[in-house]
């Protein structure tokens, strides 16, 4: 525990970039009050309407609650929400000069309606998403590759969240490490499954459904999660390391010097959801890596601070002083 709390500072200071496809996510709450007369729904009074940075923009956010700075690559359109989506961005200190305008593709927008029923906190009844699947063309990709090229020198690392809505094609992602490798850049990513886009990256993080769905084979205990790791980094030919995320059974971290561990995850009680849980665990796993925490270090931190997220509806970034309760308080399994 107390190597842990020393590297809690450490997460602060460093400088991001932070590319993937971003979103915003917005809440519409309101109170049950009967069932319809017209189908077999509840009728919702509203009550109020919340609007937070989603998808690739969520890492970013959680990289500033941390005392650090991010800069996004993203693509937007020009459209209101893209007006909204920058200014809540800009409202949580992160740096939106870069986002690219796609005035052909709107602003993805993933509206979740939540009924307000006396819980403590309001449950998910719908999600309506607006977004489109449409290959960027080969002007905006070279916009968003300008931009990463103009910016990468000026940080220590970089970061990918792929959502798989366009952006991280391979050959964007292929240039992006070759521009991290020139720079001496930290290169990380959250592949969310297209694990081969990332070989050669010093970090990558996948969850435990997506490693078992690459791997093709059944992963049940730590021996078989520490052998996939093992696989998915000599296959990936990662220079430092490959993390699988295993939600309340932890992290299973393989380097590429051959070592594995097990890091338990705490015991975390009042579990709401776990919407947003992978964006904060690879940030902090960025962060740490960038200071220079062993990376079965990192994935501690990620685990502790994924838990603070997940008490919570919707996405989080937990602060340092809340990540330093965390790993006070809680125990690991």
């Given at each position: 525990?107390?190597?842990?709390?020393?590297?809690?500072?450490?997460?602060?200071?460093?400088?991001?970039?932070?590319v993937?496809?971003?979103?915003?996510?917005?809440?519409?709450?309101?109170?049950?009050?009967?069932?319809?007369?017209?189908?077999?729904?509840?009728?919702?009074?509203?009550?109020?309407?919340?609007?937070?940075?989603?998808?690739?923009?969520?890492?970013?956010?959680?990289?500033?609650?941390?005392?650090?700075?991010?800069?996004?690559?993203?693509?937007?359109?020009?459209?209101?929400?893209?007006?909204?989506?920058?200014?809540?961005?800009?409202?949580?200190?992160?740096?939106?000069?870069?986002?690219?305008?796609?005035?052909?593709?709107?602003?993805?927008?993933k509206?979740?309606?939540?009924?307000?029923?006396?819980?403590?906190?309001?449950?998910?009844?719908?999600?309506?998403?607006?977004?489109?699947?449409?290959?960027?063309?080969?002007?905006?990709?070279?916009?968003?590759?300008?931009?990463?090229?103009?910016?990468?020198?000026?940080?220590?690392?970089?970061?990918?969240?792929?959502?798989?809505?366009?952006?991280?094609?391979?050959?964007?992602?292929?240039?992006?490490?070759?521009?991290?490798?020139?720079?001496?850049?930290?290169?990380?990513?959250?592949?969310?499954?297209?694990?081969?886009?990332?070989?050669?990256?010093?970090?990558?993080?996948?969850?435990?459904?997506?490693?078992?769905?690459?791997?093709?084979?059944?992963?049940?205990?730590?021996?078989?999660?520490?052998?996939?790791?093992?696989t998915?980094?000599?296959?990936?030919?990662?220079?430092?390391?490959?993390?699988?995320?295993?939600?309340?059974?932890?992290?299973?971290?393989?380097?590429?010097?051959?070592?594995?561990?097990?890091?338990?995850?705490?015991?975390?009680?009042?579990?709401?959801?776990?919407?947003?849980?992978?964006?904060t665990?690879i940030a902090?796993?960025?962060?740490?890596?960038?200071?220079?925490?062993?990376?079965?270090?990192?994935?501690?931190?990620?685990?502790?601070?994924?838990?603070?997220?997940?008490?919570?509806?919707?996405?989080?970034?937990?602060t340092?002083?809340?990540?330093?309760?965390?790993?006070?308080?809680?125990?690991?399994?």
């Open positions: 525990m107390t190597e842990l709390l020393e590297w809690i500072p450490r997460l602060a200071g460093q400088r991001v970039l932070v993937g496809d971003v979103f915003l996510d917005e809440y519409l709450i309101g109170r049950a009050t009967r069932l319809s007369r017209e189908a077999p729904v509840p009728v919702l009074e509203f009550e109020t309407r919340q609007l937070i940075p989603g998808g690739a923009a969520n890492p970013a956010v959680n990289i500033v609650a941390l005392d650090s700075s991010a800069v996004q690559v993203g693509v937007i359109g020009a459209d209101a929400a893209a007006t909204t989506l920058r200014q809540v961005l800009q409202a949580r200190g992160i740096d939106t000069r870069h986002l690219v305008v796609d005035p052909g593709r709107p602003t993805t927008v509206t979740r309606i939540l009924a307000q029923m006396g819980l403590r906190f309001p449950q998910q009844v719908a999600r309506l998403d607006v977004l489109s699947r449409e290959p960027l063309s080969a002007q905006i990709e070279q916009q968003a590759r300008d931009v990463i090229s103009r910016q990468i020198s000026a940080v220590g690392a970089v970061l990918l969240s792929d959502y798989h809505v366009g952006l991280l094609r391979s050959e964007l992602v292929a240039s992006i490490r070759e521009l991290a490798l020139a720079a001496g850049a930290l290169l990380t990513a959250d592949a969310q499954g297209e694990l081969d886009k990332y070989a050669g990256f010093a970090l990558v993080k996948c969850n435990a459904d997506e490693a078992r769905s690459y791997l093709r084979r059944d992963l049940r205990g730590d021996d078989d999660f520490a052998d996939a790791a093992q998915l980094c000599r296959t990936l030919k990662l220079t430092g390391g490959m993390i699988i995320t295993r939600g309340a059974d932890g992290a299973t971290v393989a380097t590429a010097a051959g070592q594995t561990a097990h890091c338990p995850a705490p015991v975390v009680t009042d579990v709401f959801d776990v919407v947003g849980a992978g964006d665990a902090v796993m960025t962060l740490a890596a960038a200071a220079g925490a062993p990376y079965v270090t990192a994935a501690a931190l990620a685990n502790y601070a994924s838990g603070l997220v997940v008490r919570r509806v919707g996405n989080y970034a937990p340092p002083a809340e990540l330093r309760w965390a790993v006070e308080t809680w125990r690991p399994r």
